[in-house]
C-alpha cells in the first residue's frame, strides 16, 4: 500500500524522499530508505567528511587513523536516518526540501564537532579569532561563492578581492619571524597583540586567506597543541598545564595504549549491574558538560547498537533521547522508576566498583610483570 501525499506536502519535500515516505509497508519503505542512503546520502557524506578532515591542517599523525572517517561517516548515518524516519512518521513537520543541501550541513556540523572533541584548545582560538575578525574594524569573515569562509580586510571584500587559491599556514608562515621584526618590532609574535598580529599576516598574505589557514597559522606561532582525546585516567588531574601542552602527534603506541584504556574502561561499565550502567551512562558528561556517551561511536569504542545494549534499550528509543543527552538525574529516573536521589546513589555505586574493578586490574597487571 502506497500512502498518498497531498500535493502542497510533496511541494515541500526532496523528490528524492518521495518513494520512502510514500512506502506503506515496512518491507518497500526499508528499501526505498537503503536506496537514499546508498545512492544520494553515503557518497556525499563520506566526501565530505575525507575532504574536511583529510584536508584539515590540524588533522594529521598516525592517531588520525582510517577508522575515525568511516566512525564519523557512520554517526552521520545514524542521525540523519532518525531524521529520515521522524519526517516519514510526520512529513508535514520540518520537511526536508533539499537532501544533498540537508546532508552537507549535517556532515559539516558533526565534522566541526569532532573536531571540536578532539583539538579543543584549537577550538578555543578558532572562538578567539572568529571574534576578533568579526568584531575588529577593518577586518571581516565572509563566505565565498564555493563555500570557503575566508577572512582579510573588510575593504577586500567590499572591492572583490578573490583569496588565494591555495594559502596554507605553512607559506604564511614561511620567514614570518623576520616579517614580525620587520612590520611590528617585535622578535617574539607571542608578545604581539593579536590584532595587530593578524592585520601584518593579511598584509603578507596580500589578499584573502582562508579562515581556517589564520588559525593554523596563530596556533603555530603561540604554540597552540592539543592532545589526542581518548579518555584520560585519575593521574591527568595532578598535571601542570605545561604537561598537557604536548605534541598532538603522539607516537602510535602512546595513542593505542590510550584507545585500549578507555576500550577497558567501557567493558568494566557494560559489568556493572543494570541500574549503575543507566545511571552512569545517562549522566557522562564532560568538564564542557556535553554527554562522553556521543563520543564513543566517534572514537570506534562502542557502535550505537552497543551503547543502546548497554542501556537496556533499543537503538530507535536511544536515538529519540540522543540530542538530549547528558540527561538530568529526574529524567534519569524516570528511565528507571527510581527518584533522582536513588539515581545519585546507584551513580556513586557505580564508580566505586569501578574504581575497586580497576585498583585490581593495575594489581594484577603489576604482578603479572
Known amino acids: ?38 545512492e544520494e546520502a553515503e557518497p556525499l557524506i563520506n566526501s565530505i567528511v575525507r ?34 524516519l521522524d519526517l516519514k512518521a510526520n512529513p508535514e513537520r520540518n ?6 543541501g540537508y546532508v552537507t550541513t549535517m556532515t559539516q556540523n558533526a565534522c566541526d564537532e569532532y573536531l571540536r572533541y578532539k583539538y579543543p584548545e584549537r577550538h ?20 565565498t561563492e564555493d563555500r570557503r569562509w575566508v577572512c582579510g580586510f573588510a575593504q577586500w571584500r567590499s572591492s572583490g578581492v578573490k583569496p588565494a587559491i591555495s594559502a596554507t599556514p605553512d607559506r604564511l608562515l ?40 589564520l588559525v593554523g597559522v596563530l596556533a603555530q606561532l603561540w604554540g597552540i597543541k592539543d592532545r589526542l582525546w ?35 574502561v567501557w567493558a568494566e561499565i557494560c559489568e556493572l549491574p543494570s541500574r549503575q550502567r543507566t545511571a552512569l551512562l545517562l549522566s557522562l558528561r564532560d568538564q564542557q558538560g556535553r554527554s562522553v556517551l556521543t563520543l564513543l561511536p566517534v572514537a570506534g569504542i562502542a557502535t ?23 540527561l538530568e538525574d529526574s529524567k534519569i529516573g524516570l528511565q528507571l522508576g527510581a527518584t533522582a536521589q536513588q539515581v545519585v546513589n546507584l ?5 566505586e566498583r569501578l574504581a575497586r574493578r580497576t585498583q585490581a586490574a593495575r594489581r594484577r597487571k603489576i604482578d603479572s610483570d
Not at 2 to 27: H, K, M, N, Y
Not at 64 to 79: A, T
Not at 125 to 141: D, E, M, Q, S, W
Open 230 to 264: 581518548y579518555g584520560e585516567d585519575e593521574s591527568d588531574e595532578n598535571e601542570s598545564l605545561d604537561d598537557r601542552a604536548v605534541d598532538p602527534r603522539p607516537d602510535l603506541e602512546a595513542a593505542i595504549d590510550r584507545r585500549r584504556r578507555l576500550q577497558h
Open 304 to 326: 550505537i547498537s552497543q551503547v543502546a545494549g548497554a542501556l537496556d534499550l533499543q537503538a530507535e528509543q536511544l536515538l529519540d533521547i540522543w540530542d538530549d543527552l547528558p
Open 174 to 213: 614561511k620567514g614570518i619571524d623576520d616579517f614580525i621584526t620587520e612590520a611590528l618590532g617585535d622578535q617574539d609574535g607571542a608578545r604581539t597583540l593579536p590584532g595587530d598580529l593578524v592585520a601584518a599576516i593579511f598584509d603578507r598574505a596580500g589578499c584573502p586567506v582562508e579562515f581556517d589557514d
Open 95 to 100: 520537511p526536508v526540501s533539499n537532501l544533498r
Open 124 to 143: 578555543r582560538l578558532k572562538n578567539r579569532l572568529r571574534y576578533i575578525v568579526t568584531h575588529t574594524k577593518g577586518f571581516a569573515l565572509w563566505e
Open 51 to 84: 575532504s574536511k578532515l583529510q584536508t584539515s591542517h590540524i588533522y594529521r599523525g598516525p592517531e588520525n587513523e582510517r577508522g575515525d572517517l568511516d566512525d564519523l561517516c557512520g554517526e552521520v548515518i545514524v542521525r540523519l536516518v532518525k531524521r529520515l
Open 1 to 38: 500500500m502506497v500512502i498518498r501525499l497531498t500535493v502542497a506536502t510533496r511541494q515541500t519535500i526532496d523528490p528524492a524522499l518521495i518513494p520512502f515516505i510514500s512506502a506503506g509497508d515496512e518491507a518497500a519503505s526499508d528499501q526505498a530508505l537503503r536506496q537514499v542512503l546508498v
Open 347 to 351: 551513580r556513586k555505586s557505580a564508580r
